[in-house]
């Protein structure tokens, strides 16, 4: 029987955002500990959770929501950085880290206004400049590896195309189940039926949760969402003339080549036997991580030689 250790890690072991509920839930019922779900992105292993809950361990309780999010902040390579799909959270890639190599860093890119940090992007290129920003204080220069699902894939196209253009390289540019026409989104959707179920489950599947923490995350995160679905209606791709590896989920209506007007590389397209919203679990994350691994090594050494 594999045994879990003090210091393995929660998501490195298939955790994910809906397990994070269901175990803060009985932390709180069985030891009566008001553990918020944030504390476990933060402190995912048991070593890091027992200085936490005695008060050993500095309190970044904002760092989940931040827009900026470190999944894996350690490494020597060129960091992957992971945009959001529409409900605004890029927790979901934490699964991801562990299929890839030993030293990648990893980030997630989110939504601004979850964290109270400013308002929710007003226009696409707001939120292009901003992720840009965020992503230099940590790379200063190419090349940039960009991974997004949904309407984080479309972002991360966006992205490419604008460090492109101020001449810096892409070193590897993934989407997962991502469209460039969002036009046939209703203008009058219905929140509580258009919604990532994924979000509902986060903030509403646990009854032992913090009724007050539940509607605080729950107004923020649907307040991102109506403002990304307005976003993504006024999302119009930019060029970017790389390749890009594209990731198809098993129920998707998306045509991969409606991108190729948008990109004068080649689209490297990867079927998997998960559905939109099941691109986040363990076995989809693992499908993705062995191809998005095998690019990052043929990235790096290129990135070797080059030097």
């Known amino acids: 029987t594999d045994r879990v250790g003090r210091n393995d890690n929660f998501f490195m072991l298939g955790g994910h955002s809906l397990l994070v509920v269901k175990l803060t839930?009985?932390?709180r019922s069985r030891l009566g500990l008001d553990m918020k779900m944030r504390t476990l992105f933060e402190a995912p292993t048991i070593a890091e959770l027992v200085q936490r809950i005695c008060g050993k361990s500095a309190d970044n309780s904002e760092v989940a929501f931040n827009v900026l999010l470190p999944l894996k902040s350690k490494g020597n390579r060129?960091?992957?950085?992971?945009?959001h799909p529409i409900f605004g959270l890029s927790w979901s890639f934490f699964g991801l880290s562990k299929h890839l190599h030993s030293e990648q860093p990893l980030f997630g890119l989110q939504s601004r206004g979850i964290n109270g940090d400013g308002q929710p992007a007003s226009s696409i290129g707001e939120m292009v400049q901003d992720y840009m920003d965020q992503i230099v204080k940590v790379q200063s220069q190419g090349p940039y590896h960009l991974l997004g699902w949904s309407f984080g894939g479309s972002i991360a196209h966006s992205l490419a195309a604008h460090?492109?253009?101020?001449g810096e390289t892409v070193g590897l540019l993934t989407l997962l189940d991502s469209t460039p026409d969002y036009s046939d989104i209703p203008d009058d959707i219905d929140v509580d039926q258009g919604r990532d179920l994924y979000t509902e489950h986060l903030v509403r599947s646990s009854d032992n949760s913090s009724i007050e923490e539940r509607k605080a995350l729950w107004e923020k995160t649907q307040h991102v969402y109506r403002n990304n679905l307005r976003l993504a209606k006024q999302f119009s791709p930019s060029f970017y003339s790389g390749d890009m590896v594209f990731f198809r989920a098993a129920d998707s209506a998306v045509d991969p080549s409606a991108w190729a007007q948008f990109t004068q590389g080649k689209i490297e397209l990867h079927a998997i036997d998960w559905n939109h919203l099941e691109m986040d679990k363990p076995g989809s994350l693992e499908e993705i991580g062995r191809v998005v691994a095998v690019k990052l090594e043929e990235s790096h050494q290129r990135q070797t030689l080059d030097v």
């Open 163 to 166: 460090f492109e253009k101020l």
């Open 25 to 27: 839930g009985i932390v």
């Open 78 to 83: 060129s960091p992957v950085f992971c945009i």
